[in-house]
């Protein structure tokens, strides 16, 4: 065989590979919009990441059902990561490379958006995370959004709004001694110091029952307000034993409280109660509703909060889509210029940096029902 | 602020006297640290949480009824756990105890599921102001029906012939049994009498905290049965004051060292006494039978 022909089977194999490359890349559908997804479908972070797919999963069926998108399907593509971030990477890059998703929508632990994040700017593919809440994660990246509040933006708004709209002045905090109880407590500690008094500050142990002591110590600082950093059961029966002390001061919390438990349990002494939450799943608004009952026909249980979000991401998705096109730099500048969107989970904005602007929802317990004041 | 303080202390530790008083009872008699005790006053609470929702009989009937249940349950667990184990090793029974204590608790944790259930309040909720504390009608019924209770066993066992027995039994079980007294009978009846005054705990701590669970029996048996030592395990009087000790020791620790040193105070004193005084307040020191 002569050299000449020699090179000229090399480079026909090589035409021939390179057109079956592009005969079998998945890229080529028509009217198909990918949106990828990373989160952890397995492992011991798994609820959030299942239950965040789950959620974009009713809105996409939502917008592929009633043809809002004109002749676009919808498809999502998912990444599982097990929760570890160094998987989180691979998975971007397999989304964005391998799959040509035209956005993302993840990842759902902080760490994920963290290593991710790159990536999808090196291939300006527009990625928003419905769930991490890692301060900052959204600087200096253009193509990273998010929609979720921090935890410190929630416990804010809600010492804001104890001032502000409730007119409370003297701050008691009893807190729960574990990760979500001291950070709670920390965060509104700091907010209501800037804004009022904080009088007094007692922790408690998981799983505790008897909290007399505290109260009794509380009671002494002669506060108007007690702040609940805890979980339901505990603060049910803080309530309780408070009203049997007779502290009759008004009662708040975080999203620990918000479970009907709080009220089987507490009755009439948690009346009156405020609490922040990400998500209420009773707002009897019809948004609201119909995705509960899409979701529990879906996947036949109730959606969470990340759930919530998730399908807040993906409408945010398909709204920017419709306002500004469907190409991944389109999507982007969409997304970039979400403004007063009316999700399920509040109205959300997003500020320059690509960080929620949103409402933290403010439950308020009356006539032994949780109702959303705001 | 102090006396409000003493008084939390003092209607906590009563419940833990409740407690306290089955575990040395038992103790007194065969030598056995019964942990399964801590099951017998979450099945008290849950036999007077259902008897109160679900069958809707009145408050007080549940409660005795709870009491009756309960120490018919302590009877089985004695009957099936610890009476085949009688002549071996008290290291056999002691683990027999911790299986019953398991065994218990899971098949609870079976039934009812892990959910908090909440216990209905049976009074109007009134609160009295007197000069120097505050204390509610809640309080006022715990306080009083453990004092009740706890003079009721005095009565009993230094007063009746079956309580002479159970003294007798427990200074010298094979002396006892050639006077003609029927140890098995009164063993079982020690845990008849220990395990009612356990569930009678554990309903008036349903009605005090408002909730039951099928692990709430776990902690406050420690407690009962650490306020049985302090007092010296075995003896009545010590267990009584034991759990008021415990109670009160919680109660100042959280409200004047930290509310997160508040078991660490408590057990510390715990260690302290029984450096000085080994066999515990009231408890004489042991005495090898010959």
């Not at chain 1, 007094?200 to 505790?208: K, L, Q």
């Not at chain 2, 908090?116 to 809640?138: D, G």
């Not at chain 2, 309903?203 to 909730?211: A, H, L, S």
């Amino acid at each position: 065989m002569s050299r000449k022909s020699y090179w000229m089977i090399v480079t026909a194999a090589i035409l021939c590979l390179a057109m079956a490359m592009v005969g079998c890349s998945p890229e080529e559908e028509a009217g198909v919009l990918k949106i990828g997804n990373v989160g952890p479908l397995t492992g011991g972070a798994a609820n959030y990441g299942i239950n965040v797919l789950r959620g974009i999963e009713v809105a996409v069926d939502e917008a592929n059902a009633s043809g809002e998108l004109g002749d676009l399907t919808l498809k999502v593509y998912s990444e599982d990561t097990g929760g570890d971030w160094s998987k989180a990477a691979n998975a971007f890059s397999k989304l964005i490379d391998v799959d040509k998703v035209d956005v993302i929508i993840g990842g759902v632990l902080s760490s994920e958006s963290e290593a991710g994040g790159p990536i999808a700017k090196d291939a300006a593919i527009p990625t928003i995370s419905p769930s991490s809440t890692s301060a900052g994660l959204t600087l200096d990246n253009p193509y990273l959004f998010r929609n979720c509040l921090s935890d410190e933006a929630q416990i804010e708004q809600m010492a804001e709004y104890a001032v502000n709209e409730l007119g409370l002045g003297r701050f008691a905090i009893l807190y729960t001694n574990n990760d979500y109880g001291v950070s709670l407590k920390d965060s509104f500690e700091a907010k209501a110091k800037e804004l009022a008094k904080v009088v007094a500050i007692e922790g408690f142990m998981d799983g505790d029952e008897n909290f007399k002591p505290q109260l009794t110590k509380i009671k002494q600082s002669n506060p108007d307000c007690l702040y609940i950093g805890g979980y339901y059961t505990e603060g049910a029966k803080i309530a309780q034993q408070a009203r049997e002390m007779d502290l009759n001061v008004q009662i708040l919390g975080a999203d620990g409280l918000c479970n009907v438990a709080l009220i089987e349990i507490g009755e009439e002494a948690v009346e009156g109660t405020y609490a922040t939450s990400g998500f209420y799943p009773d707002d009897p608004t019809p948004a609201v509703q119909n995705f509960v009952t899409a979701y529990k026909e879906k996947h036949g249980e109730d959606p969470d909060m990340f759930a919530a979000q998730a399908y807040d991401a993906a409408r945010i998705v398909i709204n920017a889509i419709k306002t500004s096109g469907p190409s991944s730099e389109e999507i982007r500048e969409g997304i970039a210029a979400t403004w007063n969107f009316p999700g399920i989970t509040g109205n959300t904005s997003i500020d320059e940096e690509g960080d929620t602007i949103k409402d933290v929802l403010i439950l308020k317990v009356e006539n032994g029902k949780f109702v959303r004041v705001r | 602020m102090f006396v409000q303080q003493l008084m939390n202390g003092v209607i906590l530790g009563s419940t833990y006297a409740l407690i306290a008083l089955g575990y040395t009872m038992v103790y007194g008699i065969i030598e056995l640290i019964n942990f399964a005790h801590g099951e017998i006053y979450m099945f008290g609470a849950f036999v007077g949480l259902l008897l109160v929702t679900v069958l809707d009989i009145p408050f007080f009937l549940a409660f005795l009824l709870a009491m009756a249940l309960g120490s018919l349950l302590g009877v089985t667990v004695e009957y099936l756990a610890y009476r085949p184990l009688r002549r071996s090793s008290r290291l056999s029974a002691l683990i027999s105890a911790i299986g019953a204590s398991f065994f218990l608790s899971n098949l609870a944790l079976l039934i009812m599921g892990s959910q908090p259930f909440s216990f209905p309040n049976p009074f109007e909720a009134k609160i009295y102001h007197t000069p120097l504390f505050i204390i509610s009608r809640v309080e006022i019924t715990v306080l009083l029906s453990s004092l009740i209770l706890m003079i009721a066993l005095t009565f009993f066992v230094q007063r009746t012939k079956i309580g002479k027995a159970m003294r007798a039994t427990a200074q010298d079980k094979d002396t006892a049994s050639l006077m003609g007294i029927n140890i098995d009978r009164i063993i079982t009846i020690t845990f008849a009498v220990g395990s009612a005054l356990g569930a009678a705990a554990g309903v008036m701590v349903g009605i005090y905290f408002r909730t039951v669970t099928p692990t709430m029996g776990f902690m406050p048996g420690l407690k009962g049965f650490v306020a049985a030592v302090l007092g010296g395990i075995g003896n009545i009087p010590g267990a009584m004051l034991g759990g008021i000790l415990l109670g009160i020791a919680e109660v100042m620790g959280a409200a004047y060292i930290s509310s997160q040193y508040r078991d660490a105070v408590a057990f510390a004193l715990l260690i302290i006494i029984l450096l000085f005084k080994p066999a515990g307040l009231l408890g004489r020191p042991a005495q090898e039978k010959v």
